[in-house]
């Protein structure tokens, strides 16, 4: 066949889709030989290479001093205590013993997030509290070659940890790792080691809204610990960058990468000592009626009732948005309609109602519904019942409204039955007359 | 209208059978004793019936799988079976080639459980062409795993895996299958980039079964060899080393195809031990109707006659077109005649690749359950869904193959008692041919399956395929060509990089989602009928939409007719409207060939030659320039419109034949008349490629360069050019053999034109006399004298 080259270069350029991002970056150097990246990668990025010489595997070092600050505390100040309420976040974790001997902060960069055997973590890293300073530990692979011993090493760390705390790792993280450890036909060194996943844990406590889903890592630094980072590379720019790396030979390109996964791993420590803290501490400690309303959820799933009603009651007393004093105040009815103590309900749900402005939101409607259920069927007081469902009928469209038609009728029957009553039950009283 | 009677019951079907048969067997004696040159049935052959040749169970079987076969009534095996399953189980590839019903499905299934059963890790997998054949075999595998079961053959677990398996039951089938039913589309996409995940089944994998090995041809069956190429990569890092076995219909190489398929030697069964009944093969060409024109009756209309004969008499049967169109029109015929009282169950349906899903499953429910009596169907139905065993198989045109037309007349039979195929010539050239040459069919091999699995399109998508699923070695080799070259200008792409002595997948994509295995794009156009609000009634391949989809067509499903209001090109969205009307719409395109590279081993040389014929590389562009309406029944011609669609390109290979400047100058004739006769030659040429060639017609295409535009029909050049192409981009391999076979094409050609009784140019030979001219087939004929 003629032109083999010519032929193919045309046929991939044809097909060739417009790459989505292309940062301004270095262009390729000539020259370089493996081993010269390998060496260079290592100087720049501060690392040394993994295993025996040449290996395609880097692995690089970096100390927090436990007096340093992140955002407005000290390194130190987020360190774990061994009695953290680690079963209020995670119940099953909650008899994990020695949990806190060795946590290992955990966190990964892929080459995309499409999954399948072609997409690698070519950067792990790994964080950790030791005596007097949060210690860092990244692998970074410098080929496909550097993959097996990055794993192995990452395997050994995970045997010496008690337990594992990712962000999104449940589904993300540590999953994705597994399918490399089974691309190698190695074992799971994760399978038997405890995790704990930061990010639900970060949506009680810090999302604003019911459908807040701003809850990343960098936005909480900001709220939480007032950490504000400074050059970050952004987190789409990050396969590009690692496959521009692998062309040039660059580290310079690649050094950033390393730097946003570190801040990362701190940033999580960080987070998740400060929402141990708050659990710890409970919800007078707080500072916003959204983690006053988190907590209440934690320990209501834990069974402490009370404890969880004195949240509820807190958060809607602190809150000042209307959304989120309607949901503390809703959790507060519903637990309290649980705990059986009804007139305390009734008092949450109508503080709901007092405050709702039309048109209601769906917490105010259900309210209203809930204040028109408990007067006709618990209070028996068929007009106060029908009073709110007419309110509710006022705030309901669409397939609802049969619903509440259907109640209103009903209550009119009753109402009707309960008038004819009283007209018996007058009447004699009038013949004696 | 006729009242459709009932189902006779299986004891009076022959007589019934034998019925519906006479008047044709009558005619057909008439014609061999008279001297008719043109008869209406034109051969009847009775096939003998064959006796079962059987051979015991192999010792080395398991006695649980041993025992549940004989639960099942089978004590013995037929000759083949135990043939194929001592190679399988000596670890050798095979290929059975075996005739529908003959117990195919025993001859992978046994070695299979029986592995199995011997060590429980043992995994297979199964390929079929389509999710519905999987379908049809889960139920086979798993009354053959419980029967076993019972045996105290332990749970042995039988899932399918496409595109239809819900998102949550996928991770419970990878941890507990050990057989996977799937189709080469979702190895392709959903197994092979995502192995780690199925490490389970790749270390412990010792079958690949490859059913219907001759649906893997052209385009489809070039990438399923690539995929195969990567799924041997994947097994070897996962350690394992599997055996094929596969099963084929009978083609002329199936030895050769599984070979080119599966990249590895295979032993080839081909002999069937397996019964089968009585069978009638007829040839009806519908009668001439205008001798001067060459014009003969619709083979629609005619098969819409011999179908009625059979449904009269209470016979199940299948008619088969050879286009949707046609199908659906067929349809449309069927009902009309068989109209039942409003609301009553539908027992004429149509039955095509468009349709959706649970329209398919409905149709095939009712054909073995007996209320669907006539099912008009495209090659869909050729390949082995279970529709039961049926009585009667007529087709509506020349398959365009001879294994086709022997696969489609398996669709009726049974192992014993009597069946029939009747097939009805159109006026297509191969058609005539054909029916007026029986002993072609009869005795003539059948096709040869051709893949090219290394078309540098498939190749190259398939390569980054692998180098996504497992980095490639600066050693490694993929198939035949050089796959260092083609990582080298991947990574110019920067798609792969070169680390160390690996090449690293270096892109954010998915490379498997940009590849469709059917066609060479993956996209489609879905059809939206806004009669009552908008509802998805149909899909059509990116390829075929502007002729079937462009605006004011009538797209027809089931017999009901639809209008495109408006065509959604960007979006590949079709916009239908229910319409009551009397024609339907026929596209036509046009296409423009411009040579790339020619590879003919005089040009290469670089003497100047005065060689007629060439192969090589061009780039075709086509385009959909309009459509004409033709009335049903008529076929009269009663309208046509412009179109103005974008068009579609190719790289691909074409033979091609230059007249030379002299040759044209010295015709005797004028310039109008050489024009048609150089149409005329074009057109009668491109008609017998595929007999020679042994491959379907629409495989090929062509163009003719230098006759001008219709309205003009003057020559613009002195040397025109006739191009035979390969309809594929990056073309399939049919061009060099044909190059090859240039005398041996013109030589049938003539034949073919001199052969034909018509005056002055049909369908059947140079084309329709309206469309070519009064001349066409005397130029033509003087042309090729001339050129040979």
């Not at chain 2, 398991?62 to 001592?86: C, M, N, T, V, W």
């Not at chain 2, 042995?156 to 189709?183: C, E, K, M, W």
């Not at chain 2, 349809?331 to 149509?350: C, H, Q, S």
């Not at chain 2, 699923?469 to 798609?495: A, H, K, W």
Request: with cysteine; hydrophobic share 40%; proline share 5%.
């Amino acid at each position: 066949m003629k032109n083999l080259a010519k032929r193919l270069r045309a046929i991939v350029r044809d097909n060739r889709r417009e790459l989505t991002v292309e940062p301004d970056l270095p262009q390729p150097g000539g020259g370089l030989t493996f081993n010269d990246v390998v060496s260079r990668s290592a100087d720049v990025l501060g690392g040394s290479v993994l295993g025996q010489e040449g290996s395609a595997c880097l692995v690089v070092d970096r100390v927090y001093d436990a007096d340093r600050y992140h955002g407005s505390r000290t390194v130190e100040s987020y360190r774990l205590s061994p009695d953290a309420p680690l079963g209020l976040f995670e119940p099953k974790l909650a008899s994990t013993p020695e949990w806190a001997s060795r946590t290992v902060f955990f966190d990964i960069e892929t080459t995309g997030l499409s999954g399948g055997a072609g997409t690698v973590a070519f950067l792990v890293g790994c964080g950790w509290y030791e005596a007097e300073a949060f210690r860092v530990r990244q692998w970074l692979m410098l080929g496909p070659a550097g993959e097996r011993p990055l794993l192995d090493a990452l395997g050994r760390a995970m045997d010496d940890a008690s337990l594992l705390v990712t962000f999104n790792g449940r589904t993300f993280d540590v999953p994705f790792m597994e399918t490399r450890w089974a691309f190698h036909r190695q074992s799971t060194p994760t399978d038997d080691l405890p995790h704990f996943d930061m990010l639900p844990a970060a949506r009680r406590l810090w999302s604003r809204r019911e459908d807040d889903t701003s809850c990343s890592l960098t936005a909480l630094e900001r709220s939480v610990l007032g950490f504000h980072r400074v050059g970050d590379v952004p987190g789409f720019e990050i396969p590009v960058r690692y496959f521009q790396f692998l062309r040039t030979g660059e580290p310079s390109i690649i050094d950033g990468v390393l730097e946003h996964n570190r801040l990362d791993l701190v940033s999580l420590a960080a987070v998740t000592a400060r929402a141990f803290q708050l659990a710890s501490e409970g919800p007078t400690w707080c500072r916003e009626a959204c983690e006053q309303l988190g907590l209440g959820h934690l320990y209501e799933r834990q069974g402490d009732l009370e404890r969880a009603a004195e949240a509820f009651a807190l958060a809607a007393s602190r809150a000042d948005e209307r959304d989120l004093r309607a949901r503390a105040l809703e959790r507060l009815a519903l637990l309290r309609r649980r705990m059986r103590r009804f007139d305390e309900a009734v008092d949450a749900w109508q503080t709901i109602v007092d405050r709702a402005k039309r048109p209601f939101s769906a917490i105010e409607r259900r309210a209203a519904e809930a204040l028109a259920i408990h007067h006709e069927h618990r209070a028996h007081d068929l007009a106060s019942a029908q009073r709110y469902a007419e309110v509710v009928r006022g705030q309901t469209s669409g397939r609802r409204v049969a619903d509440v038609d259907h109640r209103l009728g009903r209550l009119a029957k009753k109402l009707e039955l309960e008038k004819q009553k009283g007209d018996l039950a007058v009447a004699p009283l009038l013949d004696s007359e | 209208m006729t009242v459709l009677p009932a189902l006779v019951d299986a004891k009076s079907k022959d007589e019934s059978l034998s019925l519906a048969l006479s008047r044709m067997l009558a005619e057909h004696e008439q014609a061999l004793q008279g001297d008719d040159d043109d008869p209406h049935v034109t051969a009847v052959r009775r096939l003998d019936p064959v006796e079962a040749r059987y051979a015991p169970f192999p010792d080395s079987l398991d006695p649980r799988l041993i025992a549940a076969f004989r639960k099942r009534g089978i004590d013995q095996l037929y000759s083949h079976q135990a043939e194929a399953i001592a190679h399988a189980t000596a670890g050798r590839n095979v290929v059975t080639v075996t005739p529908t019903a003959s117990g195919k499905t025993l001859c992978y299934n046994a070695p299979v459980i029986d592995a199995i059963l011997k060590d429980s890790s043992t995994r297979a997998l199964y390929l079929f062409p389509t999710k519905a054949l999987a379908q049809d075999q889960l139920a086979e595998l798993h009354q053959l795993a419980e029967l076993v079961g019972f045996e105290g053959g332990g749970e042995i677990g039988v899932f399918t895996y496409d595109g239809d398996t819900p998102q949550d039951a996928r991770r419970a089938i990878r941890g507990r299958a050990h057989v996977v039913l799937s189709n080469p589309d979702m190895v392709h996409s959903g197994i092979l980039p995502h192995h780690p995940r199925w490490a389970k089944l790749f270390e412990n994998l010792q079958y690949i079964i490859i059913d219907e090995l001759h649906a893997y041809r052209g385009v489809f069956g070039s990438h399923l060899a690539n995929i195969l190429r990567r799924l041997h990569r994947v097994c070897r890092h996962y350690g394992s080393t599997p055996v094929f076995i596969c099963s084929s219909a009978t083609i002329a190489n199936p030895k050769d195809l599984a070979e080119k398929l599966t990249g590895a030697p295979c032993e080839l069964v081909e002999q069937s031990g397996a019964p089968r009944g009585e069978k009638y093969f007829i040839f009806v060409n519908p009668p001439v109707v205008n001798a001067q024109l060459g014009i003969r009756r619709s083979y629609l209309a005619e098969t819409r006659r011999v179908a009625i004969e059979f449904l009269k008499r209470g016979l199940q049967i299948i008619v088969f077109a050879q286009s949707r169109l046609s199908t659906e029109i067929l349809t449309t015929y069927l009902k009309d005649a068989f109209a039942g009282p409003p609301g009553a169950a539908e027992v004429v349906r149509g039955y095509r690749g468009g349709y959706l899903p649970l329209r398919r499953r409905e149709i095939e429910r009712g054909l073995r359950e007996g209320s669907v009596r006539c099912v008009v169907s495209t090659s869909a139905l050729e390949l082995g869904i279970d529709i039961g065993a049926l009585d009667v198989t007529v087709m509506a045109g020349y398959p365009g193959t001879i294994a086709a037309t022997w696969q489609r007349a398996g669709r009726a039979g049974r192992r014993s008692g009597r069946s029939a195929a009747v097939l009805v010539a159109s006026s297509a050239p191969i058609d005539q041919f054909v029916a007026r040459n029986p002993d072609y069919f009869f005795d003539a091999s059948p096709e040869h399956a051709l893949v090219n699995p290394d078309n540098l399109h498939i190749l190259l998508a398939h390569v980054k395929c692998a180098a996504f699923e497992l980095p490639f070695t600066t050693t490694e080799t993929f198939g035949t060509l050089n796959v260092q070259e083609m990582l080298q200008i991947l990574s110019e792409e920067q798609f792969v990089q070169l680390a160390g002595d690996q090449w690293q997948w270096t892109h954010e994509s998915y490379p498997a989602d940009a590849v469709s295995l059917r066609s060479v794009t993956s996209d489609n156009f879905i059809i939206v009928d806004l009669t009552h609000g908008e509802r998805v009634i149909g899909e059509t391949d990116f390829t075929s939409a502007p002729s079937v989809l462009h605006e004011k067509a009538i797209y027809i499903i089931e017999g009901q007719l639809y209008q495109v209001e408006r065509l959604d090109f960007d979006n590949r969205k079709a916009f239908v409207r229910g319409v009551e009307c009397d024609y339907y719409t026929d596209a036509i395109d046009y296409a423009k060939v411009t040579i790339l590279d020619d590879m003919s081993s005089e040009a290469i040389s670089g003497e100047i030659t005065s060689e007629l014929k060439h192969h090589g590389e061009v780039h075709v562009v086509s385009r959909v320039v309009g459509f004409k309406k033709i009335k049903f029944y008529t076929n009269e011609n009663i309208g046509s419109g412009e179109l103005d669609l974008p068009e579609q390109q190719m790289h691909t290979s074409s033979y091609w034949v230059t007249i030379p400047a002299e040759t044209m100058e010295a015709l005797p004739f004028g310039g109008a008349d050489k024009r048609d006769g150089v149409l005329g030659l074009a057109f009668a040429m491109r008609n017998v490629a595929p007999l020679l060639l042994m491959c379907d017609s629409h495989d090929l295409g062509l163009s003719v360069d230098g006759v001008g535009t219709d309205e003009a029909k003057t020559l613009t050049t002195v040397a025109p050019t006739i191009f035979i192409y390969d309809n594929y981009p990056g073309g399939i391999g049919f061009s060099e053999p044909l190059f090859q076979m240039h005398a041996d094409l013109l030589a049938r050609t003539q034949e073919l034109i001199d052969g034909c009784p018509c005056q002055s140019g049909c369908p059947s030979c140079v084309g329709p006399e309206g469309a070519t001219g009064p001349l066409a087939k005397a130029v033509a004929s003087h042309l090729l004298a001339v050129l040979r």
